[in-house]
């Protein structure tokens, strides 16, 4: 494919002084070569005597706090530098690009990952986006140079703690007076910059809401007090205080965008947050499912039933990353619809890896928190995961965007919308650079629909070799009557009936939708592959008959050579120490138990 070249910036605020105003740490151009570099540098993390390994992890997790020597590494590799957009100085080009080099810092620890990095960025989000070229120069300096952002989020009717709290904004001559408080803010103690998301007007609906640039060193003798810091369950190492506003005098200059803008802002660049965090919380499960293959292997010869559980998490972890791969790239390839596909992966992927959890804790031992490496790893994954699908990217909010659109796209995609790019699965190939301003919150088509739709016309009509190709046709074809099954269902409700949009039946119609998007995702990824393991039928069979049993499909057993074939290549890339996702990357951990 002939590589595309990168759209020019966003905004009509982009001028090239200003913007070059930060220049990231001297690094290698490609990030796959800058995130096998952190791998390495992170060492094999279950050596006892790595001062960055599970053991030293857990540690400091034990003592609430984020592992020192593993923040010093990442400023020592400018990572920072990582979460710049590159049209301001830094290495972000590319969504797909920036999960590759989160992957070696959640596969060790979620909280250092989301602590660290990828908080800031989705605080600084908005401002990439919308923001003027000081608001962006300012932001870019701050994250390239190591410094955190924090994010103050509006508060929602379904809210956690996480969520409670709001603050108010209301214009007060030419500037604004905030009054209000958020009592869980991560980083709110370390951040050099606040990006609120405050109700600017009384009156309800989207419009009442804007995006506010503060500074909280300037603030805290003008009305801004520091909460103390909350302990949690999951992502203890992270620090959340809070913030009360009292009568604090913010500049109109702070505003980011237009006034009003905020929810759309919001929904805009949650689409990166959402395909972000599920694309680097794949790593953390391959964690696991590598301790849980060392424990099988350590008493013997696996037994059928865990490389039942192996072999099927491993086609899980394929078929997560086929979707959230997808995803990824369509931020840049089809940034107007983006957002259905962003909130369908946020949606269904986490509940899977939980699943996944679930079935390796029967491989693993079912104990509780203890200092073994193996057994301690899972318990605070178990732990960390729910933390970080909370909040405004957690379930609700995306039923919230998928619902509503299910009737529409029942009308006028499904089964009739063209096939999207290839590129959007070849992990490998070339897209345009990441443009948060670009990205819509509406309309649209279905592109994972038209890729499940176009996979299983080839496969019909051409057929594939190999033992597993009639009944990965058989499997295609079944998930393709399930997608008209969805479509009528879906036809039967009126786009914009508030009451039967409503109505308990809809979430389960989200359900079969997500289902079916990772389906198509994964057949997907496999026909992009001409050679290798994922160039073979039998990983795409076993993930689509696991997403089956959650549609409840009546679907032929797989033969066992079909799963004993999977296996295979995964404990090849254990013994190897290679990654079990797409890229199948070398890591720095050892494979022999």
């Known amino acids: 494919m002939t590589p595309q070249t990168p759209p020019a910036p966003p905004t009509p605020h982009t001028t090239t002084t200003t913007l070059r105003s930060v220049a990231a740490p001297a690094a290698h151009p490609d990030v796959r070569v800058r995130a096998a570099q952190l791998e390495r540098r992170f060492g094999d993390p279950g050596d006892p005597a790595n001062p960055l390994g599970f053991r030293a992890l857990l540690d400091a997790d034990s003592d609430c706090e984020l592992l020192p020597q593993a923040e010093e590494l990442l ?19 590319d969504a797909d690009g920036l999960v590759r080099m989160l992957r070696p810092v959640f596969r060790r620890d979620i909280a250092l990952g989301f602590g660290y990095g990828i908080t800031s960025l989705f605080a600084a989000a908005p401002v990439f986006a919308a923001g003027s070229a000081e608001q962006r120069a300012s932001v870019a300096r701050l994250l390239a140079s190591g410094g955190r952002a924090a994010i103050v989020h509006r508060s929602l009717a379904h809210g956690t703690a996480m969520l409670r709290g709001e603050v108010d904004a209301m214009p007060h001559g030419e500037d604004y007076l905030l009054r209000g408080r958020k009592d869980v803010v991560i980083n709110a103690e370390l951040a050099g910059a606040v990006v609120a998301h405050v109700r600017t007007d009384p009156a309800p609906g989207p419009a009442a809401h804007s995006v506010l ?11 801004l007090r520091l909460l103390p810091r909350r302990p949690t369950t999951g992502m203890r190492g992270c620090r959340f205080a809070g913030y009360e506003f009292e009568d604090c005098r913010v500049p109109s200059d702070a505003l980011v965008g237009a006034e ?50 192996l072999a099927g998490v491993f086609a899980d972890l394929l078929a997560g990353d086929s979707c959230a791969t997808a995803v990824l790239r369509a931020l840049s390839l089809l940034p107007h619809s983006a957002h259905l596909a962003a909130a369908g992966l946020k949606y269904l992927v986490p509940d899977l ?69 290839p590129a959007l699965f070849a992990p490998d190939a070339r897209v345009p650079a990441l443009d948060l301003a670009a990205l819509q919150v509406a309309g649209g ?21 190999g033992p597993y190709g009639d009944i990965l046709r058989t499997l295609a074809t079944a998930f393709r009557n399930a997608l008209l099954d969805l479509q009528a269902d879906c036809r039967a409700v009126e786009p914009g009936d508030r009451a039967a949009l409503t109505s308990p039946a809809m979430p389960a119609l989200a359900d079969r939708h997500a289902v079916l998007s990772v389906a198509g995702a ?54 190897t120490g290679h990654s079990f996702d797409l890229t199948n990357a070398p890591l720095a951990e050892a494979g022999t138990p």
């Open 75 to 93: 400023d020592g590799e400018g990572f920072g530098a990582e979460l710049v957009p590159v049209f301001l100085g830094g290495r972000l080009r």
């Open 213 to 223: 640039l503060l500074d909280p060193d300037r603030l805290r003798d003008n009305g």
């Open 260 to 309: 009003g803008s905020g929810v759309r802002l919001a929904l805009r660049t949650f689409q990166l947050n959402r395909t972000l965090i599920t694309g680097a919380v794949i790593a953390s499960v391959d964690t696991v499912l590598r301790s849980a293959v060392r424990t099988a292997l350590a008493a013997g010869t696996l037994k059928k039933r865990q490389r039942g559980v």
């Open 353 to 421: 890896l939980r699943d996944d959890l679930e079935e390796l804790a029967t491989v693993l031992g079912a104990g509780g928190y203890r200092r073994d490496t193996d057994q301690g790893m899972l318990s605070k994954l178990l732990r960390d995961l729910p933390a970080a699908g909370l909040g405004h990217a957690g379930t609700a909010s995306c039923q919230a965007v998928v619902i509503p659109q299910l009737p529409l796209l029942a009308r006028a995609s499904w089964t009739t919308e063209p096939e999207p790019p």
């Open 445 to 465: 088509g279905d592109f994972l629909a038209a890729a499940l739709d176009a996979a299983t016309a080839r496969l019909t009509e051409n057929g594939t070799p």
């Open 522 to 575: 994964a057949l997907a990824t496999w026909e992009q592959h001409t050679d290798g393991f994922l160039a073979d039928p039998a990983w795409p069979a076993l993930a689509l008959h696991r997403l089956g049993r959650r549609l409840g499909l009546t679907l032929p057993s797989l033969p066992t050579s079909c799963v004993d074939h999977v296996t295979d290549e995964l404990l090849t890339r254990f013994t």
